[in-house]
């Protein structure tokens, strides 16, 4: 793991989200995907807001964290005891997996897509 990356944090309402957690919270918008997703400056890990579209480990919130090699990283993983909720998939920016650690607590790793 290089990094944690992301904290996702799966939300009804895209736009109720954005307005509490960057004009409540304070947290300044990143970037925005539409209806989908929202990244917010977290202060060092990215608040990801994500809309159903986006909800990518269920209506959970979690860590998002940045590898080299998803698909390796995931084998290395589940190898060590993790259970894989969804394999390595390209989504719209990124390529992302779903695991599940021994506690049951769900996690995702991600990789930026390369153009």
């Known amino acids: 793991m290089s990094k944690l990356g992301n904290v996702l944090v799966p939300v009804d ?4 989200a ?8 304070g947290l300044p ?5 539409g209806d989908r997703f929202a990244a917010l400056d977290g202060g060092g890990a990215t608040v990801a807001l994500v809309a159903s579209a986006e909800q990518v480990a269920g209506t959970a919130t979690a860590p998002s964290y940045k590898v080299g090699d ?5 084998r290395e993983l589940a190898g060590a005891g993790a259970e894989v909720v969804r394999d390595a998939e390209a989504g719209p920016h990124e390529t992302r997996a779903v695991l ?5 607590n769900v996690f995702v790793l991600y990789s930026p897509l390369r153009p």
């Open 13 to 16: 309402d895209l736009e109720a």
């Open 18 to 25: 954005i307005a509490f957690y960057a004009g409540t919270l």
């Open 29 to 33: 918008v990143k970037f925005r995907d």
């Open 70 to 74: 998803v698909a390796r990283v995931v």
């Open 100 to 104: 599940r650690d021994p506690s049951g």
